[in-house]
C-alpha cells in the first residue's frame, strides 16, 4: 500500500514576510516623524521616505494615515499577547497585568503617541475612526485575562475596558515618574470600579 505523502507545516511565505516587515518599518517610520514635527504635519509622501519604501508599497500596506494608526494598535496587540497569558490570581490582577503590559510596550513611542492623540482630539471624525480597532484590541486583552468578550456581555466588558484604558492612557501620557506610579493607580481605581459596579450588577 502506498504511503500517503504528510503534509508539511509551511510557514509565512517571503513574500507575507516581506510586506510584515515592510508593514512595521512604514509604522517605526510614522512614530518618528510623528515625535519629531507633529503627527498633523506628517504626510504620507514623507513615511514613505523615512521607511525606505515607495508610495506603491505603502499604499499597499496602508491605505491612509489613520490605517497606520490603526496598524500601531495590532502591533501593539500582537507584542502584549505574544507575552503569554496575563498574570494574576483574580480577574482584576490579570486585567491590570495585560494594560500594563501595552503601555511596557508603548512607552519608547511614548512622545509620538502624545502627538498622535493631540490630533485625533482636534480631528474627531479621525478618532471614530480609531473606535472600531480600539474596541477589538481591548476584546483581545480581555481574551489574554481569561474573560470572554463574547455576546452582550462580552460587548459591555470591551466598552468598559476601553473606557478605563483611554482614562489610563491620558494618565500615562503625563507620567514622568519611572514606575508609572501614577498611572497604575488610575488603572486600579478603574479597575477597582468596574468589579464593583460587576458585582452589583
Known sequence: MAKKARKKAVGPTSKARGKTDAADRIITAALALAAGRGWRRVQLVDIAIEAGVTLAELRDAFSSKTAIVNGLIRRTDERVLAAGP?????????????????????????????????????????????????????????????????????????????LIYLATLRAWLGDDSADKARSMAVLDRGLSRAETMASVL
Open 86 to 162: 496575563a498574570e494574576g490570581s483574580s480577574a482584576r490582577d490579570r486585567l491590570f497585568d495585560v494594560l500594563m503590559r501595552r503601555f511596557d510596550v508603548l512607552q519608547p513611542d511614548k512622545e509620538a503617541v502624545a502627538m498622535i492623540l493631540r490630533n485625533a482630539l482636534c480631528n474627531p471624525l479621525a478618532a471614530l475612526c480609531h473606535g472600531p480597532q480600539l474596541l477589538a484590541s481591548m476584546a483581545w486583552m480581555l481574551e489574554a485575562a481569561g474573560l470572554s468578550s463574547a455576546g452582550p456581555a462580552g460587548m459591555l466588558r470591551t466598552k468598559g475596558l476601553a
